[in-house]
């Protein structure tokens, strides 16, 4: 059973923190991503990996920087947390293009910052 | 810039009636096209995807999609809605486009009238 794995269900840090947000993935994907999910905005991307140390912005990367040391993790790290980062997180891996690039993702982080 | 877009933020269907949710995208080449559905408190549970061929795709719990390249259109569609169809779905697409990264639209929540 293929699975994505974040670290955290649910978090609440103070501002000013810096927060750790870890994923990893059993299924050897090259892509992996982490999106933040807010009422009415769906699934905006945050940043995306598709390969060791590579990392493209995604549309909402100010605030956030990553990191990909290995393969399966893929970390999503706050600098410096602020409340208008409360948010629910979610990572997703995939196969890049061609076949089949069907992303899985994890349950998810609701994180607070207060 | 490249978008997903789904127009309907809110839709309300009687059980048993036909559904239609719409989705476009802006794209040049052919796309990687999905359909994902998140339950309230759940993750994301891919409905179906479409790659290649036969432009329309059936996929989980009766739901089927049609792409129209003409129309930069992927819309969703269900003969008969249940009551547990009521939902937030979610369009997405990946290509080279956008930098093989996968894009969502905003979401429709979906409620059904008993």
């Known amino acids: 059973d293929v699975k994505v794995t974040q670290s955290s269900r649910y978090l609440v840090k103070r501002t000013g923190e810096k927060v750790f947000l870890e994923c990893v993935q059993d299924m050897d994907h090259e892509n992996m991503f982490w999106y933040r999910q807010d009422p009415g905005l769906g699934l905006r991307l945050i940043y995306f990996?598709?390969?060791?140390?590579?990392?493209e912005k995604g549309d909402i990367p100010e605030g956030y920087s990553v990191s990909r040391e290995k393969k399966e993790r893929f970390s999503l790290i706050l600098e410096s947390a602020s409340t208008n980062q409360t948010s629910m997180y979610l990572c997703?891996?995939?196969?890049?293009?061609?076949?089949?690039?069907?992303?899985?993702f994890g349950q998810g982080t609701r994180l607070t910052v207060v | 810039a490249q978008s997903v877009t789904q127009p309907d933020i809110h839709i309300t269907v009687s059980e048993g009636a036909s559904l239609e949710l719409r989705c476009n995208y802006s794209?040049?080449?052919?796309?990687?096209l999905f359909w994902y559905v998140q339950s309230p408190g759940q993750g994301l549970q891919l409905l179906l995807k479409?790659?290649?061929?036969?432009?329309l795709v059936q996929g989980i719990k009766g739901f089927e999609a049609e792409f129209k390249r003409s129309q930069s259109s992927f819309n969703l569609r269900k003969p008969s809605v249940h009551w547990s169809d009521a939902a937030e779905y979610f369009c997405?697409?990946?290509?080279?486009?956008?930098?093989?990264?996968?894009?969502f639209g905003a979401g429709t929540i979906l409620r059904v009238k008993s």
């Open positions: 794209y040049g080449a052919t796309p990687y």
């Open positions: 990996s598709y390969d060791v140390k590579m990392k």
């Open positions: 997405a697409v990946v290509g080279m486009e956008y930098g093989n990264k996968l894009v």
């Open positions: 479409y790659f290649s061929g036969d432009t």
């Open positions: 997703a891996s995939s196969l890049p293009p061609p076949g089949n690039t069907e992303a899985f």
